[in-house]
């Protein structure tokens, strides 16, 4: 049929787009948003089973630990309004901002772990505790695997190094399985101790991730 309507003109002086096909940077914040609010459940999750075993076990590598679990959840927050809006330059400030709840955490880790050297107290429930580093250690890879693949496949640098961070952040809960096996074995500073090598691992994370957010480009 001749003079027929081709239906994949141009709109608006030359916005070519085919009807049906959906957008990239829809598609692109759809997964985004999917991605972290995966994580976030996740992390709230371990989170909160951490905390009930920190009222029964009194440990401040698990305190550390789980601060920062906490942290790391509500990162996902500016991160997911930053895809949900489209927004590039949102995307790099959401970055910022999980570099600065990092380092707020370590902060509040650290003045826990130096008053616990000072006034060392007893640790009970030393099963419960390591069942909870090992559950924080679960929890993050979960959370990790999700923002990597995500941050990978959407090119996202926010959400790839937020995903090197929950990573780094399992291996640091089982310093918490580490901290009930020396406490058992009748090192009670072990505890405190190992808060404080929690605590040093999340200062090189934050300035890992620093580094990764100041190097990404604005798209």
Known sequence: ??????????????????????????????????????????????????????LSTNSVALLADLIHNFGDALTALPLGVAFFLRSARGEKAAGYFVVAAIFVSACVALWQTIERLIDPQPLSHLGALAAAGAVGFIGNEIAALIRLRAGKRLDSPALVADGYHARTDGLVSLGVVGSAIIVALGFELGDPLIG??????????????????GASSVR
């Open 196 to 213: 404080l090598a929690i605590t040093l691992i999340i200062l090189r994370i934050t300035w890992q991730s620093w580094q990764t957010i």
């Open 1 to 54: 049929m001749s003079g027929g309507h081709d239906h994949s003109h141009d709109v608006a002086g030359g916005h070519g787009h085919s009807h049906g096909l959906v957008d990239p940077s829809i598609v692109r914040s759809r997964e985004g948003v999917k991605a972290v609010s995966i994580s976030l459940v996740v992390l709230l999750a371990t989170t909160l089973i951490q905390i009930g075993v920190f």
